[in-house]
């Protein structure tokens, strides 16, 4: 089969097209018939290696101990292996393998769906990494309720653009945070106040909101803090260009630690891979309540260009690698 693999750390022109032995599913893995292939800045991380924090964690110290790249899945159940029960061969499904930028990936059926029937691959594959985290940023650590109000910093990206959806789904007056350039993409995705952080100051504690989603931007918990009502809740998510060791995730530690002396609640996110979140995003979709917003798709060969445009900030909602 065809897949994007790569031996060594880089940038994503490390990443090749070559002809790879198709992977056998092991005891609770399923074989996918990949259709189209999520990208995200998760992949950037593994293709570069960064930050170190991560070779560390056992994707290879020295090169990746897996060569495949691509997480977000979209296709159709080939084979199923030993243990599996929740799906057969030509089953529709959507998730997490890693190795997705193939014809062919395993996955564990733990981290797989049924696919909404309403969406093509394309859009299925944009879903899983970003909209799961989404909505465990909301509901699980922000603990949303209806009718509050929410401040999503970094609206035009992959979590971002889910998380407006699924905050508006649950009931929430949402206002997003991104540049000139994306205003009309949250808006159109249901934003309520859309607020252009390159002109405004939204950290000057005019607008106080009771529940803060840190996507982009690696600003200080000072400042965000001052985003905040007294009772309200800060999300920590993620932001590029914190440093190659450990990425900005230092700012998590400290809301951890100060949190528990403060009336406002910090709480960094580490989003977890399971088919319950998706099958929660399954019902939104169909109802039709949230749409994947794909700005456009790639093939196979392309996956650096797709990598570089998202990782400069280019990006309006989501990429997509098409593969069959
Ligand atoms: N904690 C977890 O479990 C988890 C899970 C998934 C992703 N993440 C992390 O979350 C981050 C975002 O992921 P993503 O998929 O949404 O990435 P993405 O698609 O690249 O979106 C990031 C967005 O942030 C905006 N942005 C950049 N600089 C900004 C700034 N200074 N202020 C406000 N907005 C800014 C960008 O557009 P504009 O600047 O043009 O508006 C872009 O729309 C990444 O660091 C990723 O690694 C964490």
């Known amino acids: 089969m065809k897949a994007v693999v790569h031996d060594v750390y880089g940038p994503p022109e490390v990443l090749r097209v070559e002809e790879t032995d198709r992977p056998v599913p092991g005891e609770g893995e399923v074989l996918v018939q990949v259709h189209a292939a999520g990208v995200d800045p998760g992949v950037w991380h593994l293709t570069a290696g960064l930050p170190y924090l991560i070779r560390a964690a056992g994707f290879g110290l020295r090169a990746p101990k897996h060569r495949i790249r691509g997480l977000d899945v979209s296709g159709r159940v080939e084979t199923v292996g030993p243990g ?22 395993c996955a564990k059926a733990d981290k797989l769906a049924h696919r909404p029937a309403n969406l093509t691959h394309a859009q299925s594959a944009a879903v899983p990494i970003s909209g799961a985290t989404a909505l465990q940023a909301l509901r699980d650590a922000g603990g949303l309720k209806p009718g509050q109000t929410v401040l999503v910093i970094g609206a035009a990206g992959g979590v971002g653009s889910f998380a ?3 905050a508006k789904a649950l009931g929430a007056h949402v206002t997003a945070v991104c540049s000139t350039g994306k205003a009309d993409l949250v808006r159109a995705l249901g934003a309520d106040e859309v607020i252009d952080y390159t002109r405004t100051d939204f950290t000057d504690g005019t607008h106080r909101h009771d529940l803060v989603l840190d996507i982009a931007g690696n600003r200080p918990l000072s400042l965000l803090r001052r985003t905040l009502t007294p009772g309200g809740t800060l999300v920590i998510i993620g932001g590029e260009n914190g440093g190659n060791w450990i990425g900005g995730n230092d700012r998590q530690l400290r809301a951890l630690l100060l949190s528990p002396f403060l009336r406002q609640r910090l709480r960094g996110l580490m989003a977890k ?15 039709g309540s949230v749409t994947p917003a794909v700005e456009r798709t790639y093939p196979l060969t392309e996956v650096p260009d797709a990598i570089n ?3 400069a900030g280019q990006v309006r909602g989501k990429l997509v690698i098409e593969v069959r």
Do not use: K, N
Request: charged share 20%; glycine share 10%; net charge negative.
């Open 309 to 311: 445009r998202l990782m």
């Open 84 to 105: 599996v029960t929740r799906f057969q061969p030509g089953d529709e499904v959507y998730g997490i393998a890693a190795g997705s930028f193939a014809e062919y990936a």
């Open 164 to 166: 407006v959806q699924i």
């Open 273 to 287: 891979e399971h088919h319950a979140y998706l099958d929660v995003l399954t019902g939104l979709i169909e109802a």
